[in-house]
């Protein structure tokens, strides 16, 4: 099991970047796929980004493509979200999770995730 906390939000204005990190407790973070996932008020949680667990593949969503970097450091056990040229529909609640299995590839689907931070607000202003 991978215990997960979120930091890194605030409130920034439209343009502005922002750099999201997720500390691991656990053993075994190096051997989890990681992503991250948003939720705005009265909307459902979706995927933004994910990692391999051994770093060789990310993907992205469509939304984020281009403006956001995941990575990761195992000997750290953190994860990191770099957003740049944030936009007013990027605010969201933003979470960290696991892969629900060990050397699980990547994946876009919040029920292949098992671990959760508590999440972290990131609130962009126009």
């Known amino acids: 099991q991978v215990q997960l906390v979120e930091s890194g939000g605030g409130l920034v204005q439209a343009g502005d970047s922002l750099r999201l990190s997720c500390a691991a407790s656990g053993r075994t973070f190096s051997l989890y796929s990681m992503g991250w996932f948003r939720q705005a008020p009265g909307k459902e949680r979706e995927f933004v980004a994910v990692?391999?667990?051994?770093?060789?593949?990310?993907l992205y969503a469509d939304a984020v493509k281009g403006r956001c970097t995941i990575s990761r450091d195992d000997a750290k056990r953190m994860v990191y979200l770099q957003m740049n040229s944030l936009k007013p529909e990027d605010t969201a609640v933003y979470y960290c999770a696991a892969r629900l299995v060990p050397f699980g590839e990547v994946s876009l689907t919040v029920t292949d995730f098992g671990s959760w931070g508590q999440g972290t607000q990131v609130t962009v202003s126009s």
């Open positions: 990692i391999r667990w051994n770093g060789g593949r990310t």
